[in-house]
């Protein structure tokens, strides 16, 4: 699945907003900059977070963006569904409907397909992301190296697996016999 580029705007708005302490706001032109993505983009990503509850949005001299308490504790796959929608991976019955609809398969896998991607962003929240990286000390303090720790995240778990599969296990004995 591929997300699309305004929910991938959100995402790093939320995370970047997260990484914040509560008592910094930023405006959208900012955080575009920030995030190399245009501000206009970035301002219709942000609108749709206003509305969705996940950011406090504040005009005036004072004004900009904050991340609300729902947005700290939303599960990464809710506010997916909430940027992306929740319409089917494939769209069998569009105007011309499909003409193996009856007997196909595919439909169903791809459902449960989608419903496994986003049932594994569900096991995330927005704040877990915004989390700095374990031995990050060359972003320390600056937030930086908290804005995308969802790979280092990532690797961690699959790092964590790999020593007690067969693969470990060969590659163990290859570097034994070389």
Not at 27 to 38: G, I, M, Q
Not at 40 to 59: C, F, M
Not at 107 to 114: D, E, I, T, Y
Not at 122 to 144: I, K, Q, R, W, Y
Request: glycine residues 10%; proline residues 5%; contains cysteine.
């Amino acid at each position: 699945m591929q997300l699309t580029r305004f929910t991938d705007i959100g995402l790093r708005v939320l995370m970047r907003l997260a990484a914040d302490s509560g008592t910094t706001t930023r405006t959208a032109r900012d955080l575009a900059a920030e995030l190399s993505v245009p501000p206009t983009h970035t301002a219709k990503v942000v609108s749709r977070l206003s509305e969705i509850g996940v950011v406090h949005s504040r005009r005036g001299r004072s004004g900009g963006l904050s991340i609300t308490s729902l947005g700290r504790t939303a599960r990464v796959g809710w506010v997916v569904r909430q940027l992306e929608g929740d319409d089917p991976v494939v769209d069998c019955d569009a105007a011309t409907p499909c003409p193996l609809l009856p007997s196909c398969r595919l439909r169903g896998a791809l459902a449960r397909a989608q419903n496994a991607f986003y049932d594994s962003l569900d096991a995330l929240t927005v704040s877990d992301l915004a989390l700095p990286a374990s031995g990050d000390t060359e972003h320390a303090g600056t937030g930086a190296g908290r804005v995308l720790p969802l790979i280092s995240r990532t690797a961690a778990v699959r790092d964590a697996g790999a020593g007690s599969g067969p693969s470990s296990t060969l590659s163990a004995e290859n570097r034994n016999r070389s």
